[in-house]
């Protein structure tokens, strides 16, 4: 085969590939606010990138099938953003908020400031969890790595927000939930709750009998 034709051939099942898994991008800009931007994107296997920065290297986890069903459902009732969802009530500035959906050919994004929709307040709720559920990791994240004795107050605020059920993919904060419950260098407490809410979170992963 000419290396054109193989060539073309590859375009060809990547376009196909990418037809099949359509993807929503949300991002949120609000200069003053923290984060000041971000931008998530989820595919329809649950893949999930998360950024604070245009040009940052993601990070990556996954959402579980019934959240990612239920986000992607609250894109369809939103036609996939086919139509505005701004309020045009004046109201004020809370960041210039984007829902993008790609799937090959079939693009559409729409910017608000404020939505009175219910599917779209919803759907940006869900964005607002993941911010702050990435937010609390990296917070954990750089505890553990350079403020041991900051670690339980991490662990506190992960705990509160797992029990507002504030958490998405909650299962990326095993490994080092793991890590400190296992490691004496931690205090006692920051290591009990830390095995108590990796057992909660294995435990709320579990199929139902």
Excluded at 28 to 50: M, N
Excluded at 118 to 123: I, Y
Excluded at 202 to 209: D, G, H, I, L, V
Aim: negative net charge; without cysteine; aromatic residues 8%.
């Amino acid at each position: 085969m000419r290396a054109p034709e193989s060539m073309l051939l590859v375009a060809l099942a990547a376009a196909a590939l990418a037809g099949d898994a359509p993807r929503i991008v949300y991002s949120k800009s609000f200069p003053g606010s923290v984060p000041a931007f971000v931008e998530i994107g989820i595919d329809k296997s649950g893949a999930v990138t998360y950024k604070e920065a245009a040009d940052d290297d993601p990070d990556t986890f996954t959402l579980d099938p019934a959240s990612t069903a239920e986000i992607f459902g609250l894109a369809q009732k939103l036609d996939r953003f086919a139509h505005p969802l701004e309020s045009g009530l004046k109201v004020a500035n809370m960041g210039v908020k984007t829902f993008r959906w790609d799937d090959g050919g079939d693009k559409h994004e729409v910017k608000f400031n404020y939505s009175l929709d219910e599917n779209a307040k919803t759907l940006h709720d869900w964005f607002e969890r993941i911010t702050e559920t990435e937010r609390l990791l990296a917070d954990f994240k750089r505890s553990v790595k350079h403020d041991r004795l900051g670690v339980n107050e991490a662990l506190v605020n992960i705990q509160a927000s797992w029990e507002r059920k504030r958490l998405a993919g909650a299962e990326q904060f095993l490994p080092l939930l793991d890590q400190v419950a296992k490691n004496d260098a931690f205090m006692h407490m920051a290591r009990e709750r830390a095995a108590e809410l990796a057992d909660a979170i294995r435990a709320s992963t579990k199929p139902k009998a």
